[in-house]
C-alpha cells in the first residue's frame, strides 16, 4: 500500500477530498489530504508573496516531515505545478505523480499560461477590482457559464463549493516553476476529466508545448466536469488506488 499525498487545485483545502479520502484508507492506503498556505483553514496567512514555491515549499514540509517515502503525489487542476516542483526537490521520497484533470507543464511555465487569453484577461480584472491586486476571487460556479467544467456536479455539490472555496492567492498563478536543467525520472499519470487521451495525443502531435509533456505519461479518462472529487469520488479513489498499486 501507498502513502497517497492529496494536494487540492485552486480555491480549496483539504476539505475537497473529504469523498475520496475513506475509500482510499479503507484499501489500505496512508492517505493525506492537504491544504496549501493561504487557502481554507489557512486562509489568514494568504499574503501577496504566497506564491507556486510556496506551494511546493508546503507539500515538502509535510513529506519530509512525516518521513514519508515512495509517496503517490497527486495534484488536482492548479496543484499539478506545486506536485512537480516538489517532485523535483524530493525525487528520492516519491513513487509517482499523479496529475487530475492537469498535466506536467514545461519548465518556466506559470499556471496562468496554461489558459486562454480571455480567461487570463478576465483573471487580472477580476484581480485588479476585487481581489485587492494580489487575490482570485472566488468564481460563481455557475453552470450556465461553465457547462462541460462543472458536468456532474448537483446543487448541493455546487452550494457545498461556494461556501467552502476560498480566495487564491495570485501569484501562485502568475509565477512560474522554475525546474533544474535535467529533471527527475519520476513516473507520471494524468487522470483526464474533460479531455481524453486521444485528445492529448493528437495536441501533443500536433506540437502543442503544453500537451506535449502528457504524451509519455501513463493516461486514464475518468469522463466527468473538472471537479471529480465531487462528481465522481468512488471512482477517482477507485483509479488511484489502481495507480498507487
Same mark, same amino acid.
Given at each position: 500500500?501507498? +502513502?497517497?499525498?492529496?494536494?487540492?487545485?485552486?480555491?480549496?483545502?483539504?476539505?475537497?477530498?473529504?469523498?475520496?479520502?475513506?475509500?482510499?484508507?479503507?484499501?489500505?492506503?496512508?492517505?493525506?489530504?492537504?491544504?496549501?498556505?493561504?487557502?481554507?483553514?489557512?486562509?489568514? *496567512?494568504?499574503?501577496?508573496?504566497?506564491?507556486?514555491?510556496?506551494?511546493?515549499?508546503?507539500?515538502?514540509?509535510?513529506?519530509?516531515?512525516?518521513?514519508?517515502?515512495?509517496?503517490?503525489?497527486?495534484?488536482? +487542476?492548479?496543484? +499539478?505545478?506545486?506536485?512537480?516542483?516538489?517532485?523535483?526537490?524530493?525525487?528520492?521520497?516519491?513513487?509517482?505523480?499523479?496529475?487530475?484533470?492537469?498535466?506536467?507543464? #514545461?519548465?518556466?511555465?506559470?499556471?496562468?499560461?496554461?489558459?486562454?487569453?480571455? =480567461?487570463?484577461?478576465?483573471?487580472?480584472?477580476?484581480?485588479?477590482? *476585487?481581489?485587492?491586486?494580489?487575490?482570485? #476571487?472566488? #468564481?460563481?460556479?455557475?453552470?450556465?457559464?461553465?457547462?462541460?467544467?462543472?458536468?456532474?456536479?448537483?446543487?448541493?455539490?455546487?452550494?457545498?463549493?461556494?461556501? &467552502?472555496?476560498?480566495?487564491?492567492?495570485?501569484?501562485?498563478?502568475?509565477?512560474?516553476?522554475?525546474?533544474?536543467?535535467?529533471?527527475?525520472?519520476? #513516473?507520471? &499519470?494524468?487522470?483526464?476529466?474533460?479531455? =481524453?487521451?486521444?485528445?492529448?495525443?493528437?495536441?501533443?502531435? &500536433?506540437?502543442?508545448?503544453?500537451?506535449?509533456?502528457?504524451?509519455?505519461?501513463?493516461?486514464?479518462?475518468?469522463?466527468?466536469?473538472?471537479?471529480?472529487?465531487? &462528481?465522481?469520488?468512488?471512482?477517482?479513489?477507485?483509479?488511484?488506488?489502481?495507480?498507487?498499486?
Amino acid at each position: 500500500m501507498a +502513502s497517497i499525498v492529496l494536494v487540492p487545485g485552486f480555491w480549496l483545502g483539504a476539505w475537497a477530498w473529504e469523498d475520496v479520502t475513506p475509500a482510499l484508507r479503507a484499501a489500505g492506503h496512508d492517505v493525506h489530504p492537504l491544504t496549501l498556505t493561504g487557502l481554507a483553514e489557512r486562509a489568514a *496567512e494568504a499574503t501577496p508573496d504566497v506564491d507556486v514555491h510556496t506551494h511546493v515549499d508546503d507539500i515538502v514540509r509535510v513529506v519530509e516531515g512525516r518521513d514519508l517515502r515512495d509517496v503517490v503525489l497527486v495534484g488536482h +487542476s492548479g496543484g +499539478s505545478l506545486p506536485v512537480t516542483g516538489a517532485g523535483d526537490r524530493v525525487p528520492e521520497r516519491i513513487a509517482r505523480i499523479v496529475h487530475v484533470d492537469a498535466g506536467p507543464l #514545461p519548465g518556466g511555465t506559470a499556471l496562468i499560461d496554461f489558459n486562454a487569453p480571455q =480567461t487570463q484577461e478576465r483573471w487580472r480584472r477580476q484581480v485588479a477590482e *476585487e481581489g485587492e491586486g494580489w487575490r482570485l #476571487p472566488v #468564481p460563481p460556479f455557475d453552470p450556465a457559464e461553465e457547462p462541460a467544467d462543472l458536468a456532474g456536479l448537483t446543487g448541493e455539490h455546487l452550494a457545498r463549493i461556494r461556501r &467552502s472555496a476560498t480566495p487564491q492567492p495570485f501569484a501562485t498563478a502568475t509565477r512560474p516553476l522554475e525546474r533544474p536543467a535535467v529533471t527527475p525520472d519520476i #513516473p507520471c &499519470s494524468v487522470i483526464a476529466s474533460t479531455f =481524453t487521451p486521444e485528445e492529448v495525443r493528437a495536441l501533443a502531435d &500536433s506540437g502543442n508545448p503544453f500537451f506535449a509533456p502528457m504524451a509519455g505519461t501513463d493516461l486514464h479518462h475518468l469522463p466527468t466536469g473538472h471537479w471529480p472529487m465531487f &462528481s465522481r469520488p468512488g471512482e477517482l479513489a477507485a483509479l488511484l488506488d489502481g495507480i498507487a498499486r
